[in-house]
């Protein structure tokens, strides 16, 4: 089976393409040298993203985001109005995109599927990248994101660095340390590039080691600790001016992970990423560049409840994923179009085990996963119209195969007590379509509306699991293979209005409809596993749900040095029947103004905000979460040492040590108090 889908991906040649910008364009044309190429889209540009619509780019490194290399990848992405995070710990949260979790979304590395290998989503993918490794994020919304997989919320892309070609400098480099009192927590980066004339290698490095925070009020909040290192390694080599090689690998292990909203922690989470990509530019004003990339990785988790004092039984509760795959993409400029597309494939496997203790009995073993394969391969292809100098139209469609196999006879022999036959294949196509259109309405006005239809297939847990406990709403779970797939309408709108340089509002608002919606449903005929469980559920396919949403962006600059900016977001959900759906977010905003003092040298006040969320699903077990307003203080200062620099970044969070928690934190543990840092790092 690996054979045949390394070959298959070997043999796709393509010839279609997606739009390189203008710039690039003419150096293709004109006949350039390829590291000019590479310098305006490989190498020197750390953003680099073209969007239509509702797709948006965030960069970890842009000037803005100084200090982020410090911070962690899920903090980073909450920025973004329509991803917010589901909290279980100080460590690893659960992204949201247009109210849906992880479940209903892609989350991929420089387009690699990976998957977490715990069974209560302890380890998102976004867990396992840095931002010291990461060039930008890229998220599309809905069918939009087909590119990287069948979905109905969308995706999010996270693109590494890699190491970068440079004629101008041999050695780069930066070493930092950081600090932060909420948890005497320490961070420490480090990043080292070597450049030759065609080729460059970088290694980069980060550990952090946190206590258990600190509430608003001091209060210790027991079991958040968690302490990781993550190692990335990158070569590229160009063997002539039109062709780049390059490999990449992600190390990344956390030890004694603590989750307070759970009943267990993490003894450990490794993941092993590897990428072997090959770019081609060819000298032609049809084709713009091929790319062919193969990969391999590997999850390993452990859930550990041995520093719980009291537990009622022991569990052990390992989980394991193995990913190979690979993809062939290609790009193409034909007069007014811009043209992508892409085929892909991949082999998973997901196993997790849980072994229970009782006291003075026997050990008992069960397969939450039952050690199933899943083979895809999807076929993706984009055309983008430019109309006129004012109408651009961009459709998209992907069609997806999938065959699901369960491989351990053990985990047939459990599912067939609920009369479920996992000895087959499940065999599924996942079909989706988009197309947007945008309109320059004025010199100041873009407007865009897109509307959608996709369809996933269920996810391991929602198809096999068994007994997988949900804490949150204290409900054991159990999967359901007869599942239909999830399908959904999408509708998406927009505007970004600049007047002028200084005011810019944008806003933006998504529907969704969804059909076969899958939902657990408690069956009063099945008993629990757990001690102290509330029951059963049965993952189910409703008639009907909604989602919607909004977002709303206000940036103004008075003066030269100083701006503002106010972002709001708000989701809703509910069934068919009118029925609120669980973890919807309630109406947020964060408004900041930065004041640049000099060229080395900035401050920033921030506000950040959420209204009381008293729409619950009982069912699930929500509890109405307060409303909060919070204020931080942010500075840095960057010093010159001649073509090298130091910086220095530092604030205050939390100033007023509010004691709060956000409606999708689990548990309503409180988030941390107030919290001073500092982070250094030397630039070379």
Not at 207 to 216: F, I
Not at 518 to 526: A, R
Not at 572 to 587: A, H
């Amino acid at each position: 089976m690996k054979i045949a889908l390394t070959t298959i991906l070997l043999a796709c040649v393509c010839a279609l393409a997606q739009a390189q910008d203008e710039d690039t364009l003419k150096f293709f044309t004109k006949g350039d040298i390829t590291n000019q190429v590479f310098s305006v889209q490989e190498i020197e540009v750390r953003h680099a993203c073209e969007c239509v619509g509702e797709c948006t780019c965030e960069n970890p490194t842009a000037k803005s985001y100084a200090d982020d290399r410090f911070n962690t990848t899920d903090k980073i992405l909450a920025r973004s109005g329509r991803i917010d995070m589901i909290k279980r710990g100080n460590f690893a949260f659960e992204p949201i995109l247009n109210g849906m979790g992880s479940d209903r979304m892609n989350l991929t590395i420089d387009g690699m599927k990976i998957f977490g290998a715990c069974t209560d989503k302890m380890d998102p993918v976004t867990s396992y990248v840095e931002p010291n490794n990461l060039k930008n994020f890229t998220i599309h919304n809905g069918a939009s994101g087909g590119k990287y997989g069948s979905s109905i919320a969308g995706s999010i892309n996270m693109e590494t660095a890699g190491a970068t070609i440079s004629s101008t400098k041999e050695w780069t480099g930066e070493v930092g340390a950081g600090f932060n009192s909420v948890a005497n927590g320490i961070d420490g980066l480090l990043s080292i590039n070597k450049s030759g004339e065609k080729w460059a290698i970088n290694a980069n490095g980060v550990y952090r080691k946190n206590d258990s925070y600190k509430a608003g009020g001091g209060e210790e909040v027991p079991f958040s600790y968690y302490e990781k290192w993550n190692g990335a390694f990158s070569g590229k080599y160009m063997p002539t001016d039109r062709d780049l090689i390059s490999f990449d690998v992600i190390i990344d292990e956390g030890y004694n992970i603590g989750y307070p909203a759970l009943p267990m922690d993490v003894g450990y989470a490794k993941a092993r990423i590897y990428g072997l990509t090959y770019q081609r530019y060819p000298q032609s004003e049809f084709i713009d560049k091929l790319t062919f990339k193969a990969y391999a990785n590997t999850v390993n988790h452990a859930m550990d409840d041995t520093k719980r004092p009291e537990v009622f039984m022991h569990m052990d509760m390992p989980g394991w994923t193995k990913t190979l795959g690979g993809f062939a993409d290609a790009e193409m400029s034909l007069k007014k179009h811009k043209i992508s597309a892409r085929v892909d494939g991949y082999f998973n496997n997901s196993r997790a085990e849980m072994t229970m203790y009782p006291a003075e009995e026997a050990a008992m073993f069960m397969l939450t996963w039952p050690d199933v394969d899943k083979l895809n391969f999807g076929g993706y292809i984009q055309d983008q119209i430019q109309l006129t100098d004012l109408d651009l139209i961009r459709v998209n469609a992907r069609l997806d195969i999938l065959a699901n196999t369960v491989r351990s006879q053990f985990g047939i022999d459990q599912a067939s007590v609920f009369n479920q036959d996992l000895s087959g294949v499940d065999h599924r196509i996942m079909p989706s379509v988009s197309a947007t259109y945008q309109r320059t309405l004025s010199r100041f006005v873009k407007a865009w509306i897109t509307a959608g239809y996709t369809e996933r297939a269920p996810s391991v847990t929602e198809q096999y699991a068994f007994y997988i406990f949900n804490a949150y709403d204290g409900f054991d779970y159990i999967g359901n293979v007869a599942l239909k797939n999830e399908k959904a309408l999408q509708g998406d709108l927009g505007m970004n209005l600049e007047p002028n340089q200084k005011l810019s509002l944008g806003a933006s608002a998504f529907y969704y409809q969804m059909y076969d919606y899958i939902l657990g449903k408690i069956d009063p005929d099945v008993l629990p596993m757990t001690h102290g469980s509330n029951g059963v559920k049965i993952s189910e396919n409703i008639d009907h749900a909604l989602i919607t949403g909004l977002s709303l962006l206000l940036t103004y600059q008075p003066i030269e040095k100083l701006d503002f900016s106010s972002q709001f977001s708000y989701s809703y959900g509910e069934t068919g029947d009118g029925t609120p759906l669980p973890l919807m977010s309630p109406l947020k905003n964060m408004t900041s103004a930065n004041y640049t003092i000099s060229e080395f040298a900035y401050a920033s006040f921030q506000v950040e905000a959420a209204a009381e969320q008293n729409r619950l699903n009982p069912d699930f077990g929500e509890t109405a979460s307060p409303a909060y307003a919070l204020l931080h203080l942010r500075g840095g200062y960057t010093f010159k040492i001649k073509e090298n620099s130091l910086s220095a970044n530092g604030g205050i969070e939390n100033l007023l040590d509010t004691k709060y928690n956000d409606h999708l934190d689990w548990g309503g543990i409180p988030r941390p108090g107030r919290n001073f840092y500092l982070n250094l790092s030397y630039s070379f």
